[in-house]
T-cell receptor
Framework: DARVTQTPRHKVTEMGQEVTMRCQPI?????VFWYRQTMMQGLELLAY????????DSGMPKDRFSAEMPDATLATLKIQPSEPRDSAVYFC???????????????FGDGTRLSIL | AQTVTQSQPEMSVQEAETVTLSCTYD???????LFWYKQPPSRQMILVIR??????QNATENRFSVNFQKAAKSFSLKISDSQLGDTAMYFC??????????????FGTGTRLTIIP
């Protein structure tokens, strides 16, 4: 089965350090999402791309977060400088171009658990 | 904007029994999808079932079925013959339909389901 691949799976770092999370979407999927999961806020959208163009990043703190898709096989989410409140699980998901059966469900990666000390 | 509400933070049921998880949503969209995702302790996001709003027939997947009430904006999940492996966090999610690709998922806060041996 094709899968969304996220690296690293776990990351522990100190406050102020730069953090980069990577995502390889499923080949052929045209939409890529970044979600963040915390106990307090639940699952929330940070940003998403369609055909590598950013569509919505309103959920992302712009001063420290940035999301890019340098090519169709790689999406990155960077935090600089990181803060303890950024500790969360970050999920990448990708979605297929609609077929005759309409929109297909998004496929999620296994997430990156980020801990900022 | 869409909102998804899950009013049951936690539920527990004896193995082999039937359990129903509630979800309500609010939207002004007419064409959309509703999903139930399962998140076990491994933190994977696993699609359980999908419902298209224009279909009146309730979706079923083996032991999982939904009761979709479009007018009431209600979308409950029924798990029959519950198994220990069903222990997980369950999220209800909304996505509007698009001809261009997946749109963002809006999640409820989740219901933690425990199956008791």
């Amino acid at each position: 089965d094709a899968r969304v691949t996220q690296t690293p799976r776990h990351k522990v770092t100190e406050m102020g350090q730069e953090v980069t999370m990577r995502c390889q979407p499923i080949l052929g999927h045209n939409t890529v999402f970044w979600y963040r999961q915390t106990m307090m806020q639940g699952l929330e959208l940070l940003a998403y791309f369609r055909n590598r163009a950013p569509l919505d990043d309103s959920g992302m703190p712009k001063d420290r977060f940035s999301a890019e898709m340098p090519d169709a096989t790689l999406a990155t989410l960077k935090i600089q400088p990181s803060e303890p409140r950024d500790s969360a699980v970050y999920f990448c998901a990708s979605g297929l171009v609609p077929t005759g059966k309409g929109n297909q469900p998004q496929h999620f990666g296994d997430g990156t658990r980020l801990s900022i000390l | 904007a869409q909102t998804v509400t899950q009013s049951q933070p936690e539920m527990s049921v004896q193995e082999a029994e039937t359990v129903t998880l509630s979800c309500t949503y609010d939207t002004s969209e007419n064409n959309y999808y509703l999903f139930w995702y399962k998140q076990p302790p491994s933190r994977q996001m696993i699609l359980v079932i999908r419902q298209e709003a224009y279909k009146q027939q309730n979706a079923t997947e083996n032991r999982f079925s939904v009761n979709f009430q479009k007018a009431a904006k209600s979308f409950s999940l029924k798990i029959s013959d519950s198994q220990l492996g069903d222990t997980a966090m369950y999220f209800c999610a909304f996505m509007k339909r698009s001809n261009f690709g997946n749109e963002k998922l809006t999640f409820g806060t989740g219901t933690r389901l425990t199956i008791i041996p």
